[in-house]
């Protein structure tokens, strides 16, 4: 029986992360956003990177205040783009501050949380997944929450992405069956 998802590895900042946050309900309207602005930088690279900056992240993006971030411009972008400590990948950097405007309006509107819990009727979908094989990397509902998210402003939230973020938030527990975590995170509520 294994005793945590195969994708851990050794490294004790992936253990910690696996052991206290991935898959663990996450209903905060900013730190949402923190988690898929992360998620949008490490497209195309390890999660593990992205942990081992996200200290760095913080510092240089104001930690992850949304309404402090959608007032940035050129400026901001182009100190960002030099600082070694994040990705340095314009592209995202501006994503940032274009994603930052569009939750303002959501959460403005109906609060950024509430518009991500209800695809999930507000509670975490609950899978039993058995192997790292039978991890879908998107689904129809991921699909749909991109869309979503894209039509209302929303830069790098792709499929892959908002399903990637929606294990990491808790909207689905995808922690393998004959994980340690499987069961506590199953406990905290959901939809099977």
């Not at 029986?1 to 910690?16: A, E, L, T």
Request: proline share 4%.
């Amino acid at each position: 029986m294994s005793d945590r998802c195969g994708w851990v590895g050794s490294d004790d900042i992936y253990i910690d992360y696996h052991d206290t946050e991935w898959g663990v309900p996450e209903r905060d309207s900013r730190a949402l956003w923190e988690k898929l602005i992360l998620d949008g930088f490490q497209a195309g690279l390890s999660w593990i990177t992205i942990l081992k900056k996200r200290d760095n992240f913080r510092a240089a993006f104001e930690g992850f205040d949304p309404d402090v971030i959608a007032r940035w411009g050129t400026t901001e972008v182009d100190r960002l783009v030099q600082d070694a400590g994040i990705i340095r990948h314009r592209g995202k950097i501006e994503a940032t501050i274009t994603n930052a405007r569009a939750w303002q309006r959501i959460e403005a509107e109906q609060g950024f949380d509430r518009f991500l819990w209800d695809y999930v009727g507000g509670q975490p979908l609950q899978n039993r997944i058995a192997t790292l094989g039978d991890v879908p990397v998107s689904t129809p509902l991921s699909i749909q929450i991109s869309k979503d998210l894209k039509k209302a402003g929303f830069k790098f939230c792709g499929p892959t992405i908002v399903y990637a973020f929606m294990q990491a938030t808790g909207m689905v527990n995808d922690h393998l069956v004959t994980c340690r975590c499987h069961a506590p995170v199953a406990a905290m509520g959901g939809r099977g």
